[in-house]
């Protein structure tokens, strides 16, 4: 479902033949906004959460509750002075979006180029709450997955210190001690999908996660480092040559960060 809605909003497509036909190939492209509501929506992984804004609402007091029928009233009142603002902002917008360029696009880049747009036209830091609100996303990200978790864990108690093995090595290294909760990895590969998806997340509270993609699958190696450790890390990668200096540079300590 987190897979469906990311598509959703990013855009997407289906292809598919007629049936019982030579041709006649049907084609569905879409591209939607979403709304989710809840009192508590649970853990979100990262790639849902980074096209998400979060908007928290506070509870209606007694005294301020209105019926259906008025606030149907009061919004057929103000819906053409609505209109025409929007549609006054909207044009204000287009006229200077060309001219906004940035070099640090967050994700959803074309969404975050038209909240740079309106700041300049109405003077307002929105695209600075939009940027900032990665951090708190990601850290419950990471803190709603056990995975996470156990990492953030390991690489802490290792006082900062790079670790470096097999998708396996390190599945056995995180296993918790009692029974592992419920959607816990059962395998190197899972465990690999896994971090992949939090990779960005994980990035963002401190812990770097790279992939070694030399050598054969099963023995490429996972490198988890302090996020300010990205050089070394890369470094790791790229130079391992045998298991001594696998084993010497997963000891050796990276820069301090958040750990």
Not at 133 to 153: H, K, T
Not at 196 to 220: I, N, T
Request: hydrophobic residues 45%.
């Amino acid at each position: 479902m987190a897979d469906a809605m990311c598509r959703t909003v990013t855009g997407d497509g289906w292809c598919k033949r007629e049936l019982y036909a030579d041709d006649g190939l049907v084609v569905l492209s879409y591209r939607r906004v979403l709304v989710l509501t809840g009192i508590d929506i649970g853990s979100l992984r990262g790639d849902l959460a980074e096209r998400l804004l979060p908007v928290e609402l506070e509870p209606i007091e007694p005294g301020k509750r209105m019926l259906d029928a008025e606030v149907a009233a009061q919004l057929a009142t103000a819906r053409p002075r609505l209109l025409g603002a929007l549609l006054d902002l909207l044009s204000r917008v287009l006229a200077i979006l060309p001219t906004v360029h940035r070099d640090d696009w967050p994700r959803m880049a074309d969404f975050a180029r038209v909240v740079a747009a309106m700041d300049e036209v109405l003077g307002t830091e929105g695209y600075k709450q939009y940027t900032n609100q990665g951090g708190d996303i990601a850290a419950e990200v990471v803190s709603g997955d056990p995975v996470a978790e156990a990492l953030v864990r390991t690489l802490a108690l290792r006082g900062g210190q790079a670790w470096m093995g097999t998708a396996s090595e390190l599945l056995e290294q995180i296993a918790p001690l009692d029974r592992p909760p419920k959607g816990w990895p059962e395998s190197g590969r899972a465990l690999s999908g896994r971090l992949r998806r939090m990779a960005p997340s994980l990035e963002q509270v401190g812990v770097l996660v790279r992939f070694d993609r030399s050598g054969h699958a099963r023995e490429r190696r996972i490198i988890v480092a302090a996020a300010t450790g990205h050089a070394d890390a890369n470094a790791q990668s790229a130079d391992a040559k045998g298991p001594d200096a696998d084993a010497k540079r997963a000891e050796g300590p990276v820069q301090e960060g958040l750990f």
